[in-house]
């Protein structure tokens, strides 16, 4: 797939390499002027013509080398960014035909990391490899032809430490291939937990003690940083030598160099040009071998994580689709397998079209893989599956997709606005009818403004809100199929009669498919089929399954004899015992605003390190790295002075010598110092984000999306690099110092000609450091949309295949545009700039070469004096080259730094210094006010919840139910007024007693991808099996559970993926029960429960339950029978619109 993309661009690609090669060759141009004009001094003297031609062409040269290398660079750089977007949006296609049974193995982290980071891998070989590599074979092709053409020994010297030097590299690549594998996975396992820890926020909040992460998460950070300085240090001698051998061969030139010079085989001139350029050949040598290696190990890393997507069995499409000749369904023998646990077994049922079948049954029976069959969202293993006669793989994806239409148990939002939501139902609709659908759903009774952004998922809205735009899109699409996979589970009694005579009005004529566990919404339907254990038991209507089959009549006579929760009589539970600490609560220090200020911050403890060892040690390397320039000057020095000898220039190899073992010492040291900061700092730093999206208000939190929360866990504070940044701001400024003073104590006036181009380089730096800053910032932000967007798109497949848009997905379309298009800017924008630079900078040698020329035409300095002005200015201006790469890494670092401070700027929920402890466990709302944002929820409501009770709240969808735990929860704080607990605000009770008191059965509980076991024991991390077992079979989910593969070590994917809406409900009200609290909230815990299991796990509850204090959210009139009182939300708020 790569390789076929690389294919289509060959042209533009060649280009680019072509451009590179002769830009580079101009490169030279320079050098030979330089030669040339010193051959002329040497002998019968230079004129004014000669000196004129050879600077005009130098001058010619480089502006031309600029241009090219622009042009090769640009080229590339367009190449890579249309293969991106073309093989970003082939793996976004591909997803779109891969089995979602396929899928659930895989984490969302996972999968969102292959489309982004792999992807972005290939840019960089490609974008800079490919010029690269051109260059860096060109230059030393070219370099050696002359060379060769001189003189033959001399330029194989020249060339002698590279075989030695690729020998070097190999070690390296040998030494780094067995962490490789460690190192990737490391990554991906960390953004994969990261994902889950973002989503599970609230879970993990709730269960988890105060100071401590999730154990994974915690394990995953330490793998991260272990493996990552590991894979650092494991090359860092061979890396070292390599960076010391850029100008190794000077180590062979002198001494070679002296012997044909005495000799007298070589002149002073030729001597001069050999150790000029074989000061820099070796450079483009070793970047051949490295951008080789990076373009190579890069490819093949990213090949092998895109290939899992793209080698992955899709749905097969018919060579020749048919078309169906009506809408009648036929499961015709239907069976189905996953992991090796049957699911169905031969199914086989007809529904006849314009009429309706309703799947009753226990939860985790198959009813959900039978409607996800229908919509293909894989094959079954045996039989077949018609709509009209056809069978669902002769026909096409999109013809099929634009036949069914559904409302899924777990209604997923896109992160829009309602109106684009109902719009994605048919795109084509005008406003009138998007408005139409949103009434009929009832959707204007919370909002009039159809323009509200639900956020990530519709996170944003209420669990019965959701469901109405979900309904409303259904509505708005209007398919002659209709799957309603419990399309009202979430809704409240008043909105949920008028939302079925919607539902009724959109079955009407259609084929409909419908699953409930709210018996009496499918009592009338045309054939109702009870389901147990993967195969359809009975067949029929409503009076002909109660007279004969028992299972049916059973569950009917559960869900009539329900009696609501009501708790056995008990003794009021007292205060969990744990240990209070006071001032637990951790404020973030100030963030400093100053760049190094806050560099130096985030390293934390390593700072003292960074400045006491690293910093002497770059200093060092930076100081020796000019050794062979400074060995060269001496040798010519000595040659034109007329006294070189060859114990001199064995003496000075030996110098050179001294000082690459001195550099390798430093680089050594001071990389393996810089690695430490960098893994110990990086780590601490995602530990602090963790803990503060565990300690700040959860409003804070789910104001991100998921991609951008995982973004600052992983990406952002791994990108506060602290070892490139302090390495290349030492040899910008050491080398350049140094040779600074050297070339003003040779000649003041030759120094500041070398010197004049400084100042412009510096206005171009300044222009292009803010051209940069503000084509990153919309880059950052381009990559966070398209991230966030991905990871929407990936958790969001199952609606958005229902609705026929999975390989049409706008957001994602448009965010890959996007990304495609400011990607290009960037380039086209800063290109301009970088190449005035690299003119400015190449300027200053030819200045040197004309105005040095000039004063040695007219006497006014010695020729020696001028050569060796040009051997010290290389010195001066190579290191001067890094500045462009300097400019970036620091914009990358600042703007990586800011995410990351201004997160953890975010003030914390205060914790009392000195705890209080409550007399009892009443709960009570004292005048409490309470908004998100500007939108008021509640206003100055007083509640009184007695300990021992049972306590229902009752009201519409969005009316501040959920709102009400959250703050008994302390996920937010009131802005005015008070949540007591035994006569105690919540804020003053210590975090560890206030966690140990309340547990929660959220309305979309969130299951993490490990065991069942593990998944339990974020309630109680020392639980026994036995009481592991004891608060399952209370949550009715022991058998399910036993059932699976491996018990209670079975791994149940991300979100629970490999369970049903059910069996997912079950094992958080298990670990609620495990968690042992005396107050429990239920969040619409028993909507998606079967009425037998809800019976059974009800009776397990009240015993369990009996003198603790429950508070409960219900939308069923049956499950409030019994309560000990009964909160109408609308009574509370004085008004019925909350």
Not at 26 to 55: F, H, K, M, S
Not at 79 to 93: G, K, N, P, S
Not at 387 to 412: F, N
Not at 598 to 606: I, K, V, Y
Request: charged residues 20%; neutral net charge.
């Amino acid at each position: 797939m790569i390789v076929g993309l690389l294919a289509g661009y060959r042209s533009v690609l060649v280009l680019s390499a072509i451009l590179s090669i002769f830009g580079t060759g101009l490169g030279l141009v320079p050098y030979l002027a330089a030669w040339r004009i010193a051959v002329a001094i040497q002998g019968a003297g230079i004129d004014a013509g000669e000196l004129v031609y050879w600077t005009v062409l130098a001058v010619c040269a480089l502006i031309t080398k600029a241009l090219l290398q622009a042009g090769a660079t640009t080229l590339s750089h367009v190449a890579a960014y249309r293969i991106l977007y073309q093989l970003r949006h082939r793996l976004v296609e591909k997803l779109a035909r891969v089995p979602l049974g396929v899928l659930s193995g895989t984490t969302s982290g996972h999968l969102r990391k292959i489309v982004m980071e792999d992807v972005e891998q290939i840019e960089e070989g490609i974008a800079h490899a490919i010029p690269d590599l051109a260059a860096g074979l060109s230059v030393p092709i070219l370099s050696g032809v002359l060379l060769l053409w001189v003189d033959w020994r001399m330029g194989i010297a020249a060339v002698a430490m590279f075989p030695l030097l690729l020998g070097v590299y190999l070690l390296t690549l040998r030494a780094t291939r067995p962490h490789l594998a460690a190192y990737v996975g490391a990554i991906s396992n960390l953004r994969s937990i990261s994902v889950q820890y973002v989503r599970g926020i609230r879970e993990i909040r709730m269960f988890l003690h105060t100071g401590t992460i999730l154990e994974e998460l915690h394990d995953a950070l330490d793998r991260m940083a272990r493996v990552g300085q590991s894979f650092a240090l494991s090359s860092l001698t061979p890396m070292a030598i390599l960076y010391a051998g850029l100008r190794a061969n000077v180590l062979v030139l002198i001494p070679v160099g002296a012997f044909l010079y005495l000799s007298d085989e070589i002149s002073v001139t030729d001597l001069t040009l050999f150790l000029l350029l074989g000061l820099g050949i070796n450079a483009p040598l070793l970047k051949v071998v490295f951008s080789a290696g990076n373009f190579f190990w890069k490819l093949k890393g990213a090949s092998a994580q895109i290939s899992t997507i793209f080698e992955t069995e899709e749905l097969p499409q018919p060579e020749y689709p048919q078309r169906p000749d009506g809408y009648d369904i036929s499961f015709q023998d239907v069976s189905l397998s996953m992991d090796g646990n049957a699911i169905l077994s031969r199914v086989s049922v007809t529904i006849p079209a314009g009429t309706t079948l309703a799947l009753v049954g226990p939860s985790g029976a198959g009813k959900s893989t039978l409607a996800r069959l229908l919509m293909r969202s894989r094959d079954p293993d045996l039989g077949r599956i018609l709509i009209g006669g056809c069978d669902l793989r002769q026909m096409e994806d999109r013809h099929l997709e634009g036949m069914v239409s559904a409302v899924l148990q777990d209604a997923w939002l896109m992160n829009a606005t309602i109106y684009e939501n109902i719009l994605s139902g048919r795109p084509t609709a005008s406003r009138k009818e998007v408005e139409a659908a949103a009434r009929a759903a009832r959707v204007t009774e919370f909002s009039a403004d159809l323009s509200f952004f639900v956020g990530e998922g519709g996170r944003s809205l209420s669990g019965g809100q959701r469901q109405r735009v979900a309904i409303a899109r259904a509505i708005l699409r209007s398919t002659p199929i209709v799957v309603l996979d419990e399309a009202t589970a979430a809704l409240d009694p008043d909105n949920e009669q008028a939302v079925r005579e919607a539902l009724a009005e959109l079955a009407h004529g259609r084929t409909v498919l419908v699953i409930a566990h709210r018996l009496d919404t499918i009592r009338n339907a045309d054939q109702i089929a009870f389901v147990e254990a993967g195969e359809i038991s009975d067949l029929g209507s409503h009076s002909d399954l109660l007279q004969r089959s028992s299972g049916y009549r059973r569950l009917w006579k559960e869900y009539d004899s329900v009696e609501g929760w009501h708790l056995e009589t008990g003794a009021v539970r007292s205060l969990p015992t744990v240990v209070q600490r006071p001032g637990q609560a951790y404020q973030e220090p100030g963030i400093p605003s100053g760049m190094v200020a806050r560099f130096m911050h985030l390293a934390g403890p390593g700072r003292r390190t960074l400045m006491s060892k690293a910093l002497p040690m770059l200093a060092l390397e930076g100081a020796v790295a000019g050794a062979p320039v400074i060995a060269v000057w001496l040798v010519l020095d000595r040659v034109l002075a007329g006294d070189l000898t060859r114990p001199f220039a064995v003496a000075a190899s030996g110098f050179v010598a001294l000082c690459i073992l001195m550099f390798v010492f430093a680089n050594r040291l001071s990389h393996r110092v810089l690695w430490q900061v960098q893994s110990t700092a990086v780590s601490a730093l995602q530990a602090r984000i963790v803990r503060q999206m565990r300690q700040i208000p959860l409003g804070d939190v789910i104001a991100r999306d998921t991609g951008s929360l995982e973004a600052l866990m992983s990406q952002h504070s791994a990108a506060i690099n602290f070892v490139t940044p302090p390495a290349l701001a030492m040899r910008a400024m050491v080398g350049p110092l140094l040779s600074a003073i050297v070339l003003f104590f040779l000649d003041w006036r030759l120094a500041l000609l070398t010197c004049a181009m400084v100042p412009a380089f510096g206005v171009v730096m300044v222009f292009a450091d803010r051209v940069n800053a503000r084509m990153l910032q919309r880059l950052v932000v381009s990559n966070e949309m398209l991230s966030a967007r991905l990871l929407d798109y990936i958790q969001g497949l199952p609606t958005l295949r229902s609705l026929g848009l999975s390989q049409a997905y706008g957001p994602v379309e448009d965010a890959l545009e996007t990304h495609r298009r400011i990607s290009l800017s960037t380039v086209t924008a800063l290109m301009p700039i970088v190449t005035a630079g690299w003119i400015f900078l190449d300027a200053g040698f030819v200045i040197l070469l004309a105005g040095g020329g000039w004063m040695v035409l007219h006497e006014l300095m010695e020729a020696s004096t001028f050569l060796l002005f040009l051997v010290v200015s290389l010195v001066f201006y190579a290191p001067l080259t890094d500045a462009f790469d300097l400019s970036s890494q620091l914009r990358l670092l600042q703007k990586s730094m800011s995410r990351v401070g201004e997160f953890l700027a975010i003030a914390p929920l205060p914790e009392p210094e000195t705890p209080k402890l409550p007399v009892s466990l009443d709960l009570r709302f004292q005048d409490v006010h309470f908004s998100y944002g500007d939108k008021p929820v509640l206003n100055g409501i007083n509640l009184d919840f007695p300990a021992g009770k049972i306590h229902a709240l009752c009201g519409t969808s969005g009316s501040g139910k959920s709102t009400i735990l959250d703050l008994i929860a302390r996920f937010w704080d009131v802005q005015k007024g008070h949540v007591t607990i035994g006569g105690v605000d919540i804020r003053d009770i210590a975090p560890e007693l206030r966690s140990a008191m309340v547990a929660v059965v959220f309305q979309d509980s969130y299951l993490f991808d490990m065991s069942v076991a593990r998944n339990l024991r974020l309630a109680k991390a020392d639980a026994s099996d036995e009481e592991l077992y004891a608060a399952a079979q209370a949550a009715c989910c022991h058998d399910f559970i036993m059932a699976l593969p491996k018990g209670y070590e079975t791994v149940i994917g991300e979100g629970g993926a490999k369970l049903s809406g059910g069996e997912r409900q079950r094992i958080a009200l298990a670990r609620a029960f495990l968690k042992d609290a005396p107050i429990i909230l239920l969040d619409e815990a028993a909507a998606s429960i079967d009425p037998e299991t809800e019976s059974h796990m009800r009776q397990g509850l009240a015993k369990l339950c009996a003198g603790r204090t429950v508070i409960m959210i219900a939308h069923r009139p049956s499950t409030m029978r019994q309560v000990d009182q009964r909160i109408e939300m609308k009574d509370v708020l004085g008004r019925d619109d909350r």
